[in-house]
């Protein structure tokens, strides 16, 4: 059974969306630039050491594994996604995080609102609220981008409302 069959038997899909965080640098981007630190924090301490400072050293090679592990880091966080589907029956919004198993929320298309701050601000998120619950949708994604996809989401709600 795929990701789209339960939807197809609750009629048509009017927005099939997936958001995804934006896209770290390439591997290979990232290892050319982790190497040319190292070689500069390398030629760094060889200066401190002759100068008699060699206690420098060991927080010259701690900055390259920090920044070695924020790259890791950011790269497994590009992973994680929210697939957002509308039919006249459903919103399901299914949550797969970097690890362990995708949740799936369903909300009934007629109830559920979208609250959206200024996209503006820093801080500004989307919301889907219903019945006393509320998820929040595209927190890693731009405000631009949130203020957008929110605006296709009100449109796909409002037309789920009225089909029939």
């Given amino acids: 059974m795929t990701a789209n069959e339960p939807a ?3 009629g048509p899909v009017l927005l099939d969306a997936t958001l995804r965080p934006s896209p770290p640098l390439r591997p290979g981007v990232l290892l050319a630039v982790l190497g040319a630190v190292a070689f500069i924090n390398l030629c760094f301490a060889t200066w401190f050491i002759a100068h008699g400072a060699w206690p420098v050293m ?3 090679g701690l900055d ?3 920044l070695a592990w924020a790259f890791r880091a950011s790269t497994l966080l590009a992973r994680r996604h929210e697939h957002v589907t509308v039919t006249p029956a459903a919103l399901r919004i299914a949550a797969h995080p970097v690890k362990g198993p995708a949740v799936e929320t369903v909300f009934n298309p007629y109830w559920a609102r979208v609250d959206m701050k200024e996209p503006t601000e ?3 998120n989307l919301l889907v609220r219903s019945h006393g619950r509320a998820l929040e949708l595209g ?3 731009a405000p631009s981008e949130r203020a957008s996809f929110g605006h296709a989401l009100k449109a796909a709600l409002n037309a789920a409302r009225n089909f029939r």
Avoid: H, S
């Fill in 58 to 60: 060991p927080f010259m």
């Fill in 64 to 66: 390259i594994v920090l």
């Fill in 122 to 124: 820093q801080g500004g």
């Fill in 8 to 10: 197809q038997k609750d």
């Fill in 139 to 141: 927190r890693f994604m």
